[in-house]
């Protein structure tokens, strides 16, 4: 059993990519490393990123899509991609949700608004970092992972 040399996480034998963090194995194996928090962009493979740019898109519109057809296993640039945007969703929608609570003491009248734009930009980011190949995490919600 290897583990990535980038997050930590066990992986099986012979894999060229890590299936947590996509990052590219070339051959190494490390001992067990703490996984450090994604902050920084991580190497994608230029070929996985030309072939899956589509779905990396979806997986910011409908983040499901990927899940439910298996393209986030194929893929390290998808399952980085769908990793994204599932966190945006949950944000959103708990921000949402608590702006919608808060907006009996007027400052969800202002929080709502602002979220939304915020929602839109984190949005507007991931799908620019799918389209340039780029596998950088989101501001502030980025470096959480939740699909391995």
């Known amino acids: 059993m290897a583990f990535c040399a980038k997050c930590g996480n066990k992986m099986e034998d012979g894999l ?5 963090c996509g990052a590219s194995v070339a051959g190494k194996s490390t001992a067990p490393v703490k996984a450090a928090a994604q902050t920084e962009e991580l190497q994608a493979d230029p070929d996985d990123a030309e ?6 898109i979806i997986a910011y519109i409908l983040f499901f899509v990927p899940i439910l057809t298996g393209d986030h296993k ?10 994204q945007g599932t966190i945006l969703f949950i944000a959103s929608v708990a921000v949402m949700t608590v702006s919608s609570i808060l907006i009996v003491l007027i400052i969800g009248m202002v929080l ?15 799908i620019i970092n799918v389209v340039n190949g780029r596998m ?3 501001p502030l919600i980025g470096k959480y992972t939740i699909i391995k």
């Open 16 to 20: 060229k990519f890590c299936p947590s």
């Open 51 to 56: 072939r899956n740019k589509g779905m990396a």
């Open 112 to 126: 709502m608004p602002l979220c939304a734009i915020a929602s839109l930009v984190f949005f507007i980011i991931g």
């Open 74 to 83: 194929k893929s390290p640039f998808v399952m980085y991609h769908t990793n």
């Open 136 to 138: 950088k995490p989101l």
